[in-house]
């Protein structure tokens, strides 16, 4: 039986996904602590700007192939569709390759100029390892549309955090440590998560696939796929963009630096919706295509108790115990305290929310989710821009704060009027049938 038929079971997936998370945290956290105290501040200030981007790029160069894995592979998975689920794994990855190449090919070459010295060769650097970073994300996600939601979150808040951690303990101890060698060992384990994804991607399928004909749909797919990439940057431009705006703006070699664990605490909320959302999507998916809305019901109530108390819970060490934690870097990040509160308060409002999105997109209302994003993209860039000048660190959090809650409380109004609207439309449908 699959997890979704197994309520006991799948309902204790996600519980051991978040203690994975909370591992994941304490190993990032290292890695950071670790670079903010070896590193210069302006060393560690290149390092966070050229690691920002990269992210930022990396969630373009996916092609949303993952994701859009997401929502297919479950539903071949079900109809026992091998010759799919093979056509799609050889388009994913070919795809994902070809298009990661491409992109980073083209930062290079328009990064350069904006750059000079150490700050153009690390950036420059970064955009190397953009297709293994993309390739890495693509294979998670079809770890998970491949119903093995431990193994995926084993590599990505496991596997990679803890090869960076132990390349940044190795490195440190025997050279002279810089802003370049910190990226190569960011960027080393997403390499090793890459090629590990594949392999069990493959393993994985090979029992549908066997014999099958390799079947394609490679415009239909492109055309889906192109739809799951812009949303996805789009979503990844409003939480991770603030550091590359600012990194590319005018300010004092530590800017981004003071301005960076405030948004890597204050951010870690959002682990507790990815690694829940991750493992829903596909339950969502299904029951969409079943149109079983009492278990979609039943399974937001569970999901927003859950998340909720998480929530409560991290407001609350941030409140009481966010001076102390950002003091751990160095003493001078503890002047980031009001940014971590705009920061944590914003991405509370998501992480309550943020299935809404994934709803909204499988019900093919993909012109409002653009529209919605497409605004807040541009407002944040503008609040962005307007309150850095201003106000610097705090104001730039206080632009994403207020930017995606707007953002995360749109999507709930819509999507709650699109879920009452589908299961009228349900219950209009069984009655003609009886009569």
Sequence with gaps: MSPISEPRRWQAVPLVMVALNVVGIFLGYGATIILARELSRVAFDQYIGAIATLGLFASLAEGGFGKYGLRVIPIYNEAQDGGRIAGYLRFAFLGTLLLSLLLAIAMIVLAAPLHSGNRRDVVTLAFVYLPSMAGAGVVIDLLLAFRMPIVAMVISRIMIP???????????????????????????????????????????????????????????????????????????????????????????????GLLAPAFETGGLILLLSKSTDKFFQPAVSLYMEENNWRQMSILRRDRALMVGA??????????????????????????????????????????????????????????MLTWLLGLHAGLLLVLTVIFYWKFGGTGAAAAYAVCVTSYSLSNLYFANREFQKLKSELRETDAVAID
């Excluded at 603030?242 to 300010?251: A, D, F, K, R, S």
């Excluded at 941030?318 to 503890?334: E, S």
């Design 162 to 256: 803890a090869t960076t951690l132990l390349l940044i303990l190795m490195l440190t101890q025997t050279m002279h440590f810089n802003a370049s060698h910190a990226v190569l060992c960011f960027a080393s384990g997403s390499v090793m998560a890459l090629l590990l994804g594949m392999l069990l991607c493959y393993r994985q399928a090979s029992p549908l696939v066997g014999d099958a004909e390799v079947e394609t749909n490679v415009r239909g797919w492109i055309s889906e796929s192109v739809t799951f990439m812009f949303f996805t940057f789009m979503v990844s431009w409003l939480f991770r963009s603030t550091l590359v705006i600012t990194h590319h703006m005018p300010h004092g070699d530590i800017g981004v």
């Design 310 to 367: 998480g929530i409560i819970l991290f407001l609350l060490v941030v409140a009481f115990f966010g001076k102390t934690i950002l003091g751990i870097y160095g003493p001078d990040f503890v002047a980031s305290y009001p940014a971590l509160c705009w920061v944590a308060v914003g991405s509370s409002m998501t992480t309550l929310f943020s299935l809404a999105p994934t709803f909204l997109l499988y019900a093919g209302r993909r012109r």
